[in-house]
């Protein structure tokens, strides 16, 4: 278990009956788990991905992949589950098609043709060939050449070289391991130690290394005489935690160690460290309640003096978009609690083009109205030219945004980010047009399961209602414009009379 998601899932996965493995001094302590307990060979593994801090990596044994992703499908409700991929795949697969001076396409027996890295690959070419990772669209095979087998503690190929993990740190452990690679490598095979071999007796280790040999041999035979996947080591699972989620792995955290409501959306998304380590500390506070309250309504105050940038997050590895900066019009709160705002943003259009979606000409002078609401799930974007006729409305369609603060860096400046996650289904208001756009997408991820079947049926609801209050909607909007033309503000009521639109 590695990475900042790394004390909620392990009490989510210890409260349904996992066994602690390899863990980290920190998680054992917080845990009150036994370290002998906590330093056994692994079944499955989870950490973040070190690049999109929102993206869980899940590999391991089947079953344990299976059992991981049942445990966490019925827990982070508003995330994305991948499907469940093969790793250490290993067939005979033939070169395709060589697409730049290292790189080849092979097939493969999963569909979908693979990656092979290779200044000596070419077309036609046959060889056996391991799956080992996914390219960003987690349907593109990366390959290596050769047959890797997958144990607890080691990984046996025949590549000629040993190589250990980055978590083996204690130079015993290494030279006797390296002791041990001399006598694999001799026999021809490749060896990587994985992080588990560290607590692991010599005679375990060889006793695996005979194993792992025997199997070796057995999927070479079968290389020799059919077709098809020879073998699968492990499997690989992708999840995209929602910003939505993260309150629920805030709520697991909170069982365990002091933890505030915003702890996991500001450790993903935030370069505030202090002020997290900080605001957990004050988490411990009796009323939550009431010191959440005031926490948001700091922050509020401190809105109008800054500006917010949205943070535009489609699945898993796509890249991220960022909207804005847009100065903060208006806040108002849109529950009792004080907790969930409004926001209406404002920002001068600088390019010139076409509006995405819209299809209409973006001029430079336009102005954009932006309505966010942490209690719904769609964002509005109205487009005005610059002498205030309204182009166009956008419904995005996404997740419950998040509202946090961080820091600009450049300017030593407080600012807000507004994340939220993309669902690619849409919605476009242009005169007495109506148009859903970007659906094809959305009912693919509906179908594979990818987005849960109660999230598909509700974004589908709330658009086709939104799309029924098209000349409302219109109408308010140029009301609100009209006010901020006028008093360079707007008012906190003519918010509400959005919201209560949007709502009923």
Not at 162 to 172: F, G, L, M, R, T
Not at 390 to 419: A, C, E, W
């Amino acid at each position: 278990m590695r990475g900042i998601y790394s004390t909620a899932l392990t009490k989510i996965l210890l409260d349904k009956g996992f066994l602690p493995g390899d863990l980290s001094e920190k998680i054992l302590k917080r845990l009150s788990i036994e370290g002998s307990l906590g330093r056994s060979h692994v079944d499955v593994t989870l950490k973040n991905d070190e690049n999109f801090k929102d993206v869980i990596v899940v590999t391991g044994f089947q079953n344990a992949v299976r059992k991981t992703y049942s445990v966490l499908k019925d827990i982070l409700k508003r995330s994305f589950f991948s499907k469940i991929l093969p790793l250490y795949a290993v067939f005979r697969g033939r070169v395709e098609k060589k697409i730049s001076r290292d790189i080849c396409l092979v097939e493969t027996p999963i569909g979908a043709s693979g990656l092979w890295r290779d200044q000596f690959c070419f077309p036609g070419r046959e060889t056996n060939f391991t799956i080992i990772g996914y390219e960003n669209d987690l349907k593109t095979p990366v390959l290596r050449e050769g047959v890797y087998i997958v144990g607890k503690y080691m990984i046996l190929n025949d590549s000629g070289v040993a190589q250990y993990s980055e978590h083996i740190k204690d130079p015993d452990v290494i030279e006797e391991l390296r002791g041990l690679s001399e006598i694999i490598v001799k026999e021809g095979f490749g060896v990587k130690w994985r992080s588990s071999a560290k607590n692991i007796d010599t005679t375990s280790l060889l006793n695996e290394y005979t194993e792992l040999k025997d199997k070796y041999r057995e999927v070479k035979e079968r290389l020799d005489r059919e077709r098809g996947l020879a073998y699968i080591g492990e499997e690989i699972l992708f999840i995209h935690v929602s910003s939505e989620d993260m309150k629920t792995l805030d709520i697991y955290r909170s069982s365990v160690i002091r933890t505030f409501p915003g702890h996991h959306v500001m450790k993903t998304y935030s370069t505030i460290g202090e002020l997290i380590d900080l605001l957990d500390e004050m988490s411990d506070l009796k009323d939550q309640k009431e010191f959440m309250r005031r926490l948001s309504n700091i922050l509020r105050q401190k809105m109008y003096e800054t500006d917010a940038t949205l943070i535009h997050r489609k699945t898993f590895f796509e890249k991220i978009i960022y909207i804005g900066p847009a100065r903060i019009l208006n806040i108002s709160t849109s529950d009792e609690d004080d907790v969930n705002i409004n926001l209406l943003l404002h920002r001068v259009i600088k390019g010139e083009g076409v509006y995405d979606g819209l299809n209409i000409p973006k001029n430079m002078g336009d102005h954009a109205l932006t309505f966010v609401s942490t209690s719904l799930r769609s964002i509005l974007h109205a487009y005005f030219s610059e002498d205030g006729e309204l182009k166009g409305l956008y419904i995005n369609m996404n997740t419950k945004p998040v509202v946090i603060p961080d820091i600009d860096h450049q300017r030593s400046k407080l600012r807000f980010k507004i994340i939220y996650n993309d669902l690619f289904i849409d919605g476009v208001i242009i005169g007495d047009e109506i148009r859903i756009i970007d659906d094809k997408e959305f009912n693919y991820f509906c179908e594979e399961k990818i987005f849960s079947e109660e999230l598909c049926q509700e974004i589908r609801d709330i658009l086709n209602n939104m799309m029924t209050k098209k000349d409302l909607l219109k109408n308010i909007f140029i009301d609100l414009f009209r006010e901020y033309k006028d008093q360079k503000i707007v008012s906190e009521d003519s918010l509400s009379k959005l919201y209560y639109v949007l709502t009923h």
